[in-house]
């Protein structure tokens, strides 16, 4: 599920609520970085959002000894111009990434540019 989501939950014995369905998407998708310490940015989660940052990208850090960043990206961004760069970083050592959540319009863009 992507930020802005709103979904159906159920609440486990425990208390903790669990997404069973989604019931209106948002247009954003969900993409998670993370820097290669070895890498020429290091384990640092302030260069990966310095990068992203010209795509209006909204992220946090899950922690500084795991500098794993997960961002939502607008309906709105430069989706190609966001893949272009993931793809660059990863091929040029600055970080691993994954898309958690892809909107048809991500997908779309990625049957484009095979």
Same mark, same amino acid.
């Given at each position: 599920?992507?930020?802005?989501?709103?979904?159906?939950?159920?609440?486990?014995?425990?208390? $903790?609520? +669990?997404?069973?369905?989604?019931?209106?998407?948002? @247009?954003?998708?969900?993409?998670?970085? $993370?820097?290669?310490?070895?890498?020429?940015? @290091?384990?640092?989660?302030?260069?990966?959002?310095? $990068?992203?940052?010209?795509?209006?990208?909204? @992220?946090?850090? =899950?922690?500084?000894?795991?500098?794993?960043?997960? =961002?939502?990206?607008?309906?709105?961004?430069?989706?190609?111009?966001?893949?272009? $760069?993931?793809?660059?970083?990863?091929?040029?050592?600055?970080?691993? =990434?994954?898309?958690?959540?892809?909107?048809?319009? +991500?997908?779309?863009?990625?049957?484009?540019?095979?």
């Amino acid at each position: 599920m992507a930020e802005g989501e709103i979904v159906r939950f159920a609440t486990d014995a425990d208390g $903790l609520h +669990w997404a069973k369905e989604r019931v209106e998407a948002s @247009g954003n998708c969900t993409i998670r970085v $993370l820097p290669i310490p070895s890498g020429p940015l @290091g384990r640092s989660a302030r260069a990966v959002h310095e $990068l992203l940052s010209p795509f209006g990208l909204g @992220g946090e850090v =899950f922690s500084e000894e795991f500098p794993l960043v997960a =961002f939502t990206v607008p309906a709105d961004a430069d989706l190609d111009g966001l893949k272009a $760069l993931l793809v660059r970083g990863r091929e040029d050592g600055w970080w691993h =990434f994954e898309v958690a959540c892809a909107t048809d319009a +991500w997908r779309d863009g990625e049957s484009r540019s095979q």
